[in-house]
């Protein structure tokens, strides 16, 4: 049902040469790019009608606009399972509490005297959240992606999520639900590249978005790489992948059910165990066939597990687990060991970590708390999940007065000189008359240094 890497008894190869050990999904987005390239420019030129077109094509549903009207979101919230609603209330209120918290606010340095440098943190003006649709529905996903834009003070929001035909040809009621429960009221039902393409060029029903996040099947990652520049984007996200890095004492039953729970994602999902006993590897196996026969998607799991994206990997040594999966870079990395979180701490790459036997990934999911947009691919040696952050840009604003110029500009006519810029420090001296002052007094290192060296001695 998994595969297994014996990587016991010899050293670990380094970087790359360990990466290409480990067991990882083919996902070719280049490929698909010579797919998308005409869709999207094809709803450059058409807009709204070519959305419409492959709304048609692809997903079996014809209608006359992609923005769901407000009647429909305020129906499908009215008609929510009430234990749904309360569950999704609770999912925002732990959200909230989290991201709220990585709110940054500007600060000024002062450089000099009459020398400062604020940074001013502006939120993105306009973003485009998409929600997968496909084998799952996905109302976490609009909280995921909506909760961080809100807190970082995104004033325009606009949700899409392909169009079902079940459901006469807008999203699933419970992503329209999710939408209206957080107050978004522009949400479209557009799914694939020609969302993405709908989001970065706009459509008669759809202003141009500056940032688009969330995740989506190979299609809305090459649609993405394809207009990132256009757009802001927060990732290439490919299929979801779990790593649980556990030793002896783990219960295999815990281990088994999450590798499942990722598993029943996607055919492509991955799940990866990492251990370093021999008998918690075959306790897991022995469960896997149990488990996977009990759950509902047991085809899909199954093909998952098969797949060379998900492997039993064995190890000498919790040490060398770290190894192991600091060069996976997990999406969701899970640590069942002795001393759980003082091994968490040791970890430098994954998108999340969850530290121990109660804290499973399917709670950050959905209640944890934390964002479940996260990093895949190994892509999480150099990025970071979804958050505040991501709607916010830096703005640098600095402010000099002549003194304080003076007292840089020297340094910078002899830098600009140095670059072969010479209209550089030309703009310094076009400021002092045609010449470069001398620094004052108490701007050149060496007067500091002489009364930094007196009061010294004066003591």
């Not at 240094?449 to 007196?454: I, V």
């Amino acid at each position: 049902m998994i595969s297994r890497i014996d990587l016991r008894g010899a050293a670990l190869p380094e970087g790359a040469a360990l990466r290409d050990l480990l067991p990882r999904a083919e996902f070719d987005v280049e490929a698909a790019l010579e797919t998308v390239r005409p869709i999207c420019e094809d709803v450059r030129h058409r807009g709204t009608a070519a959305v419409l077109e492959y709304n048609r094509r692809f997903d079996g549903v014809t209608h006359g606009a992609t923005r769901v009207p407000a009647e429909a979101l305020e129906r499908a919230l009215a008609e929510l399972d009430p234990a749904v609603r309360a569950a999704l209330e609770e999912s925002v209120r732990r959200a909230r509490l989290v991201h709220r918290d990585q709110r940054r606010t500007d600060h000024t340095t002062r450089v000099v005297p009459g020398g400062t440098v604020t940074e001013r943190w502006v939120p993105v003006e306009r973003v485009g959240l998409y929600v997968p649709g496909g084998v799952a529905v996905y109302p976490s996903s609009v909280v995921m992606n909506v909760v961080p834009a809100q807190e970082a003070g995104v004033a325009g929001i606009a949700v899409s999520s392909p169009p079902q035909a079940a459901s006469g040809g807008l999203p699933h009621p419970t992503i329209l639900a999710a939408c209206a429960l957080l107050g978004v009221d522009e949400v479209h039902a557009a799914g694939g590249a020609q969302a993405i393409a709908m989001f970065a060029h706009g459509t008669e029903e759809c202003r141009p978005v500056n940032l688009v996040t969330g995740p989506g099947n190979i299609y809305v990652v090459a649609a993405k790489r394809l207009l990132k520049g256009r757009i802001g984007i927060d990732a290439e996200a490919g299929p979801t992948e779990i790593a649980v890095l556990a030793d002896a004492g783990a219960d295999p039953v815990h281990v088994a059910a999450d590798l499942i729970s990722q598993a029943e994602h996607d055919t492509l999902a991955a799940s990866v165990l990492v251990t370093d006993s021999a008998a918690l590897a075959d306790a897991v196996e022995g469960e896997l066939k149990e488990q996977v026969a009990r759950t509902r998607h047991h085809e899909r799991v199954t093909a998952a597990l098969a797949g060379r994206q998900s492997a039993i990997v064995l190890v000498d040594g919790v040490d060398e687990g770290l190894r192991v999966v600091d060069a996976y870079a997990a999406e969701h990395l899970e640590v069942q060991t002795a001393d759980a979180a003082a091994v968490a701490a040791r970890v430098r790459n994954a998108g999340a970590v969850f530290v121990g036997p109660y804290a499973p990934v399917s709670l950050g999911d959905y209640s944890a708390g934390s964002n479940h947009v996260l990093p895949t691919g190994g892509c999480a040696c150099h990025s970071s999940g979804l958050s505040v952050q991501s709607f916010l840009r830096g703005i640098h604003v600095v402010e000099y007065d002549r003194e304080a110029l003076a007292g840089a500009a020297r340094h910078v006519v002899t830098l600009a000189e140095a670059e072969d810029l010479p209209a550089h420090g030309d703009a310094i001296r076009a400021r002092f008359g045609g010449a470069v002052p001398d620094a004052p007094r108490e701007a050149r290192p060496e007067a500091a240094a002489g009364e930094a060296g007196a009061g010294e001695g004066a003591r």
